[in-house]
């Protein structure tokens, strides 16, 4: 809990010393176009893509639920292209949980990287997510229901240390 207090309070001094109050809000009005508004907006100072879902193995009678969130958070927002992979204009947090129902576990891991050597990014035109080897990732059209939309990662529980996916 202080850890993440302390973490909290360094992400809003950062954010009161490098503009990113300059960023645009949200506003009543403004028209949305998808597949485009899936991806990410860069001139934002948050945004979030939370998948949830419930899943069965009919064959060994388990249910399981799922939870992948990925968060883009501006740091030093600039609309163009970074002088030096070193430089942070976002930074990416993922969280990724799984329930087993039948077995009564929960297992979950988080993480946090910046864009830098392609650790982490968002697409713009389209629903296109990742930090390390999770991903979301949409093909075709979601809106028009010729899509599809694929969920990954593999995890190691923050308690247990046991693997998940």
């Not at 300059?22 to 100072?45: C, I, K, M, N």
């Not at 030093?76 to 070193?86: C, F």
């Not at 713009?124 to 979301?136: H, I, M, S, Y």
């Amino acid at each position: 809990m202080i850890r993440s207090f302390f973490l909290l309070l360094s992400f809003v001094l950062c954010m009161e010393r490098t503009g990113v109050a300059d960023l645009r809000e949200v506003a009543p009005g403004r028209q949305l176009s998808f597949p485009r508004d899936h991806g990410s907006h860069h001139d934002y100072p948050v945004e979030w893509w939370y998948f949830t879902g419930h899943l069965e193995d009919t064959e060994k009678q388990e249910s399981y639920g799922f939870e992948l969130t990925f968060f883009r958070v501006a740091i030093h927002p600039t609309n163009r292209p970074a002088q030096s992979p070193w430089h942070v204009q976002s930074l990416y947090l993922a969280h990724a949980a799984l329930t087993d129902d039948t077995k009564q576990r929960f297992f979950f891991e988080k993480r946090t990287r910046r864009p830098s050597f392609g650790a982490a990014g968002a697409e713009t035109e389209k629903l296109g997510v990742w930090l390390d080897d999770w991903r979301a990732e949409q093909s075709g059209s979601l809106s028009e229901r010729d899509g599809t939309l694929k969920l990954s990662f593999r995890a190691v529980d923050e308690n247990s240390h046991q693997p998940f996916s």
